[in-house]
């Protein structure tokens, strides 16, 4: 089974990566860490490529909808120290909230103007927007022609993560 591969963040020597694979999270919370996480076949850094993907653990992580942490299965390549975490398909890192109710709350802001009535907090819908405007000066320039939800949808098409704060 393969996922698909985002490089978030790269911190010092290290990079820590994120895999998304088609994994049910309920299951997930079910089996907990005995759930069969899939393991990746090859480093996916273009300058490694090693094939010593060794067992770095599990990482707790918490999606709304859920009163506990679910464990996560995290890798680490033994010739470059690159970390994967092995995330559900369908959150972004360092997101609680679906991929999904994030693209619909921040499109209706944007087009509409209002929040809406939304389980999610108005704070937290204008760090989305907020960090969507930010992320699109940075990523597409100053000279940037469309609108906020165009600017969305190129920084997806660029795989950037949209509303991601930290930059």
């Known amino acids: 089974m393969e996922g698909t591969f985002r490089d978030f963040a790269a911190t010092g020597r290290y990079r820590v990566l994120s895999l998304f694979f088609m994994m049910c999270i309920k299951d997930i ?4 860490r005995n759930y069969p996480f899939p393991r990746p076949s090859i480093c996916q850094r273009d300058d490694c490529k090693s094939r010593r993907i060794w067992s770095h653990g ?3 992580a918490y999606f709304d909808g859920y009163d506990s942490a679910v ?3 995290r890798y680490i390549c033994a010739d470059c120290g690159c970390v994967y975490t092995i995330r559900p398909f369908g ?3 360092r997101h609680h909230v ?6 619909e709350r921040v499109c209706h802001r944007i087009r509409l103007g209002v929040w809406g009535q939304s389980a999610y907090s108005r704070q937290r819908q204008g760090h989305w927007v907020r960090a969507l405007k930010k992320n699109i000066k940075i990523y597409l320039g100053l000279h ?3 609108d906020v939800v165009d600017g969305f949808y190129e920084l997806l098409h660029a795989f950037r993560q949209p509303v991601i704060r930290s930059v």
Do not use: A, M, N, Q
């Not at 919370?29 to 907990?32: A, I, P």
């Open 144 to 146: 940037f022609e469309g």
């Open 98 to 103: 679906p991929i999904r109710i994030i693209v």
């Open 91 to 93: 959150y972004w890192p």
């Open 58 to 60: 599990f990482v707790d």
């Open 29 to 32: 919370f079910l089996h907990g």
């Open 71 to 73: 464990c996560l299965k």
